[in-house]
């Protein structure tokens, strides 16, 4: 059992930054996968970026390379996504999943959330004009 929580949501202006935190506790395997989604009203689930720590591999989404950046402090188990040069278009609920064993994400499906055993509630990212 992996427990995760997501921290760092909130309102910023276009162009601003935030740092959303993920922090997890449990079975937690340093070389497991972990994982950023979003979900906007009325849109689809959405994979941000995805690093599988173990592989040495990390992923972006086409729509934040180059804006957003993940980080891992792995002594407090928690993954950090950087983001910056934030639009209005990356304004969603951010959920962060995880899986300390991988067993089920080849490399090619860092984006398939349903392959994730461990999500966290979430947190809002709201980017005004």
């Known amino acids: 059992q992996v427990h995760v929580v997501e921290s760092g949501g909130g309102s910023v202006q276009v162009g601003g930054s935030l740092r959303l935190s993920c922090a997890t506790s449990?079975?937690?395997?340093?070389?497991?996968?972990m994982a950023w989604f979003r979900q906007a009203p009325g849109k689809e689930r959405e994979g941000v970026a995805a690093?599988?720590?173990?592989?040495?591999?990390?992923y972006y989404g086409d729509s934040v390379k180059g804006r957003f950046t993940l980080s891992q402090d792995n002594a407090k188990n928690i993954l950090y996504l950087q983001m910056n040069e934030l639009k209005p278009e990356d304004s969603a609920t951010y959920y962060c999943?995880?899986?300390?064993?991988?067993?089920?994400?080849?490399?090619?499906?860092?984006?398939?959330?349903?392959?994730?055993?461990?999500w966290g509630q979430g947190t809002q990212v709201t980017v005004s004009s």
């Open positions: 690093v599988f720590a173990g592989r040495g591999y990390t």
């Open positions: 999943a995880a899986d300390p064993y991988c067993r089920r994400l080849a490399d090619d499906e860092w984006m398939i959330g349903s392959r994730y055993g461990y």
């Open positions: 449990g079975n937690v395997n340093p070389s497991g996968c």
